[in-house]
Structure formats: structure tokens, C-alpha cells
Nanobody, 123 residues
Framework: QVQLVESGGGLVQAGGSLRLSCAAS????????MSWFRQAPGKGREFVGG????????YYTDSVKGRFTMSRDNAKNTVYLQMNSLKPEDTAVYYC????????????????WGQGTQVTVSS
């Protein structure tokens, strides 16, 4: 079992930055691929980025490439999402998710989810 708790969301102006954190419980955190998804009002849950268990490979959706960066610290059981050059269209609830094996861009591929953290970008 893995429990996930996100933090770091908030209100920021366009062009600003935020860093989200996702703290995981469980001794096997390092075995899990971790991803971030987001969901805007009235829309489906969208893949943002994923990082492999070792942290040596990450994959991002096109709309955030060059602006968002994922990292993880397995010793702290934490994964991060650094978000720079934020845009109003980045406004959403951001969720972290965990799965075994490789990165999956579909929400249905994940076994564990956090409760989400709100990110609001004002224009």
C-alpha cells in the first residue's frame, strides 16, 4: 500500500513559479513510477508528467515541456513538480499517482492517488 499526500499548491500570477510536493508512505516507494495529473473544472484528468523509479527518466505532456520539471528523492519518499512560467491554462487540481512498471499517460493505469492540491494562475 502507498499513501500519497500533495502539497505546495496556491495562487500565483502568470509567469510565476510553484513547486508541488508529493509525500508517500510505505517502504517500497522507490519501486514505483510516479506521475502528476491535473484536472480543470469540467474537464477530464490530464497527464502532466511522469518519472521512473530511479529518477533517471522523465516524460512530459507537450503543453508543459520546457516549463515543468519532475524530480524525486527516494530517501525522503517524495516526488516534486517544479512549475515555471505558469499560464492561466495551468489552473487545475494537481494529483500525484503511483504505479509499478513504466510511465503510463492514462489515469486508469495508476493504483494509488493523492487527494490533490489546487493550483490557480491569474492573468
Amino acid at each position: 500500500q502507498v499513501q500519497l499526500v500533495e502539497s505546495g499548491g496556491g495562487l500565483v500570477q502568470a509567469g510565476g513559479s510553484l513547486r508541488l510536493s508529493c509525500a508517500a508512505s510505505g517502504r517500497t516507494f522507490s519501486r514505483y513510477t510516479m506521475s502528476w495529473f491535473r484536472q480543470a473544472p469540467g474537464k477530464g484528468r490530464e497527464f502532466v508528467g511522469g518519472i521512473t523509479w530511479s529518477g533517471d527518466s522523465a516524460y512530459y505532456t507537450d503543453s508543459v515541456k520546457g516549463r515543468f520539471t519532475m524530480s524525486r528523492d527516494n530517501a525522503k519518499n517524495t516526488v516534486y513538480l517544479q512549475m515555471n512560467s505558469l499560464k492561466p491554462e495551468d489552473t487545475a487540481v494537481y494529483y500525484c499517482a503511483a504505479r509499478r512498471y513504466g510511465i503510463d499517460t492514462s489515469p486508469s493505469g495508476y493504483d494509488y492517488w493523492g487527494q490533490g492540491t489546487q493550483v490557480t494562475v491569474s492573468s
